[in-house]
């Protein structure tokens, strides 16, 4: 964590705020020309296979597609969900926030391209959550497809269809929750304009590394599905706005931070 270069963080201007749970990384480029990933896949024994596998993506894509990928997903990340369960298939978005999504999405489109053989991906539909706003949605990628990049950074990762929104991509498996996460960002109802969440996140750094969010409805849920609540005990979660977890980088130094 101490070799991360923190970054600074912007996606909370892109997560709706009837999300239930979120994690959020500042990711920074990734990939085996990244000395600190390679020492950590190293670490887990996982290089070889990491190495294996993008060398055989590579080869029949016919060019480096692990490079093209990390260039897209360097930037903020954050997988949230609306239902509260980071696994949930039907309620999942995958955020990503790019420096320029024009490039972003040119480079995406190619490495989508050589994966299915095709020019460029399928354009499905329009969405348009108001009348003068029309975003296409696009064929990603499929379940086969390994996201080697990013596995160990997210529990789950939505990739059939998704859309370009000026310098954010979004991803999801279903077409629903784009077009709702969509929406919601149009009208500015997101967690950077929720004056009890900017609060929230005060108590902690805006340097991230890595930054998790459930609120007490959420953490209330997965509390009681693992081990059980009594109706006391779920009283007193419920009076906490939310609870965060944040693995920091500031001045060299690795920080973990806690708040409910």
């Known amino acids: 964590l101490a070799e991360h ?24 480029k990734r990939g085996i020309s990244d000395e600190s990933y390679v020492k950590l896949l190293q670490q887990d024994g996982k290089y070889d296979e990491y190495v294996a596998k993008q060398n055989e993506l590579s080869g029949s894509c016919g ?30 978005c995958l ?4 420096q320029n999504g024009t490039i972003a999405q040119a480079t995406l489109n190619n490495a989508i391209g050589g994966l299915r053989k095709v020019e460029t991906p399928n354009e499905l539909e329009k969405l348009s959550p108001i009348p003068t706003i029309s975003v296409p949605v696009y064929e ?25 929104y000026e310098n954010t991509l979004m991803f999801a498996d279903e077409i629903s929750i784009l077009q709702r996460t969509l929406y919601e960002i149009l009208l500015s109802r997101t967690f950077a304009n929720d004056a009890d969440f900017r609060n929230f996140r005060s108590s902690f750094s805006d340097d ?25 005990n779920r009283q007193t979660l419920l009076k906490f706005y939310g609870f965060g977890f944040q693995l920091s980088n500031l001045s060299g130094l690795p920080y973990i931070t806690t708040c409910g």
């Open 5 to 28: 270069k923190p970054l600074p963080f912007r996606v909370d201007n892109q997560i709706p705020q009837c999300a239930q749970t979120f994690i959020s990384y500042a990711a920074g």
């Open 140 to 164: 990603a990628f499929t379940d086969d497809d390994e996201m080697f990049f990013l596995k160990d950074m997210l529990p789950f990762i939505p990739r059939r269809y998704y859309i370009r």
């Open 95 to 98: 955020i990503v926030c790019t």
């Open 63 to 92: 060019f480096n597609i692990e490079e093209q990928l990390s260039d897209v997903f360097s930037g903020d990340i954050a997988l949230f969900s609306m239902s509260g369960t980071l696994t949930d298939t039907a309620s999942v």
């Open 208 to 232: 991230n590394v890595f930054f998790a969010y459930s609120n007490s409805q959420s953490m209330c849920e997965t509390i009681s599905a693992k081990h059980g609540l009594d109706e006391s």
